[in-house]
């Protein structure tokens, strides 16, 4: 199982920190994604870090601004958002997949206002 918290409603420029903590699966065996979808648009993968090594990659609009953590004694993956853009707004999902295995969270809203 996996639980997102850390949404909410920001002004624009302003930081936002997003916990995925999972249960029932240990993360440092899986890679962990960051997802959002926005309003009638697509679910789109923005971040994620491998299971064996730590690394981490992004899409091009997020990179100089987020990033991609994670703790594995919390069993716990965040993602540290700053200078957020209205049209970061979205809601975030995070994912864990090990070959056929995988989990989705239920999601936590992100509005930036302007």
């Known amino acids: 199982q996996l639980v997102e918290s850390g949404g909410g409603l920001v002004q624009a420029g302003g930081s936002l920190r997003l916990s995925c903590a999972a249960s029932g699966f240990r993360i440092a065996d899986y890679a962990i994604g960051w997802f959002r979808q926005a309003p009638g648009k697509a679910r789109e993968g923005i971040s994620c870090?491998?299971?064996?090594?730590?690394?981490?990659d992004y899409i091009r609009s997020t990179k100089d601004r987020f990033t991609i953590s994670r703790d594995n004694a919390k069993n716990t993956v965040y993602m540290q958002m700053n200078s957020l853009k209205p049209e970061d707004t979205a809601v975030y999902y995070c994912?864990?997949?090990?070959?056929?295995?995988?989990?989705w969270g239920q999601g936590t809203q992100v509005t930036v206002s302007s």
């Open positions: 870090i491998s299971g064996a090594d730590g690394t981490t």
């Open positions: 994912n864990a997949k090990l070959g056929v295995s995988q989990y």
